[in-house]
């Protein structure tokens, strides 16, 4: 993983120790900018600034504007990600997605959900056969092949891990055992 989304080359030797801390603050930032043009975030934040729960739902201002952020948002993030070989920007949108076609259909019930999940599976495996055809061949360490067979999610090497957790403890050898005293010593009997 990267964190050049928002760093320049020349800072990445500077921000090494805090890899974790940016990838994380780039994931937050990404979800808190959707979640700003999200449709069903303003409405209910509308809903809770002014009270509308008991007149009725409040209405979103710029319907024209929120129903586009809260489909395409996720798109373009998953374009990004897969363009730019950014593995944050590409899991992020794929989760957005889901929660744009949830936000869809909250509001809209255009078809059956029997035909609304074969549909969105459909679109799912083109697009999934698609990229995988795009990242056949390795591009900047970037593909569809899995590298290691023996390794998870993390890149953790499961037989290393598997012989790490089930060794034994080592022998313990002959420790020197200090002399005895009747007081002080910071200790070093068991009369102290």
Same mark, same amino acid.
């Given at each position: 993983?990267?964190?050049?989304?928002?760093?320049?080359?020349?800072?990445?030797?500077?921000?090494?120790?805090?890899?974790?801390?940016?990838?994380?603050?780039?994931?937050?930032?990404?979800?808190?900018?959707? &979640? =700003? @043009?999200? *449709?069903?975030?303003?409405?209910? /934040?509308?809903?809770?600034?002014? #009270?509308? $729960? +008991?007149?009725?739902?409040?209405?979103?201002?710029?319907?024209?504007?929120?129903?586009?952020?809260?489909?395409?948002?996720?798109?373009?993030?998953?374009?990004?990600?897969?363009?730019?070989?950014?593995?944050?920007?590409?899991?992020?949108?794929?989760?957005?997605?889901?929660?744009?076609?949830?936000?869809?259909?909250?509001?809209?019930?255009?078809?059956?959900?029997?035909?609304?999940?074969?549909?969105?599976?459909?679109?799912? &495996? =083109? @697009?999934? *056969?698609?990229?995988?055809?795009? /990242?056949?061949?390795?591009?900047? #360490?970037? $593909? +569809?092949?899995?590298?290691?067979?023996?390794?998870?999610?993390?890149?953790?090497?499961?037989?290393?891990?598997?012989?790490?957790?089930?060794?034994?403890?080592?022998?313990?050898?002959?420790?020197?055992?200090?002399?005895?005293?009747?007081?002080?010593?910071?200790?070093?009997?068991?009369?102290?």
């Amino acid at each position: 993983m990267s964190i050049t989304f928002f760093l320049s080359a020349g800072s990445k030797l500077k921000f090494v120790h805090y890899q974790h801390c940016l990838l994380f603050l780039q994931t937050g930032s990404l979800l808190t900018l959707y &979640l =700003a @043009g999200n *449709y069903y975030v303003v409405q209910q /934040l509308g809903n809770e600034l002014y #009270g509308y $729960t +008991s007149i009725g739902p409040y209405k979103v201002p710029y319907p024209i504007f929120f129903w586009p952020w809260t489909i395409l948002v996720p798109f373009i993030y998953t374009g990004l990600g897969i363009y730019k070989k950014n593995v944050i920007l590409l899991r992020t949108g794929l989760v957005l997605i889901a929660i744009a076609a949830i936000t869809f259909k909250n509001y809209y019930h255009v078809l059956p959900i029997e035909v609304t999940l074969v549909l969105i599976g459909l679109f799912t &495996l =083109a @697009g999934s *056969y698609l990229t995988i055809r795009y /990242l056949k061949t390795p591009r900047n #360490g970037f $593909t +569809s092949r899995e590298l290691q067979q023996d390794t998870i999610a993390g890149g953790i090497n499961m037989e290393s891990l598997i012989i790490a957790t089930t060794q034994l403890d080592a022998p313990k050898g002959t420790e020197t055992r200090f002399g005895g005293g009747d007081f002080g010593g910071g200790g070093s009997s068991s009369t102290f």
